[in-house]
Nanobody, 124 residues
Framework: VQLQASGGGLVQAGGSLRLSCAAS????????MDWFRQAPGKEREFVAA????????DLADSVKGRFTISRDNVKNMVYLQMNSLKPEDTAVYYC??????????????????WGQGTQVTVSS
């Protein structure tokens, strides 16, 4: 699976952005899809995951209530809708795919493919 993220940009605090990730390959619907982010000087961290069929999602506490993950298995796309953005959301955002659904630590440990990052900058 090849992944291509897009949709990043510069936005003021309180604003919204929607990130998109286009996946190639006919087995997209078999994969758990994830979003991670990495802020300057910090380690990459989990943001959100969605099960292969889209019926289950998991979001980091820091984004719960503000971000939504969704997918379209017909279009081979996964999305991250980000609302009420904060300066601390500034990071490079990466989409990824994991082998199967499970506890968050399992999803993170079984990431198989990474996309290139897209920069999100939130100004105060």
């Amino acid at each position: 699976v090849q992944l291509q993220a897009s949709g990043g940009g510069l936005v003021q605090a309180g604003g919204s952005l929607r990130l998109s990730c286009a996946a190639s390959g006919r087995t997209f619907s078999n994969y758990v899809m994830d979003w991670f982010r990495q802020a300057p000087g910090k380690e990459r961290e989990f943001v959100a995951a969605i099960s292969s069929g889209g019926g289950s999602t998991d979001l980091a506490d820091s984004v719960k209530g503000r971000f939504t993950i969704s997918r379209d298995n017909v279009k081979n796309m996964v999305y991250l809708q980000m609302n009420s953005l904060k300066p601390e959301d500034t990071a490079v955002y990466y989409c990824a795919s994991s082998r199967s659904w499970g506890p968050r630590a399992f999803i993170v440990a079984t990431v198989q493919f990474w996309g290139q990052g897209t920069q999100v900058t939130v100004s105060s």
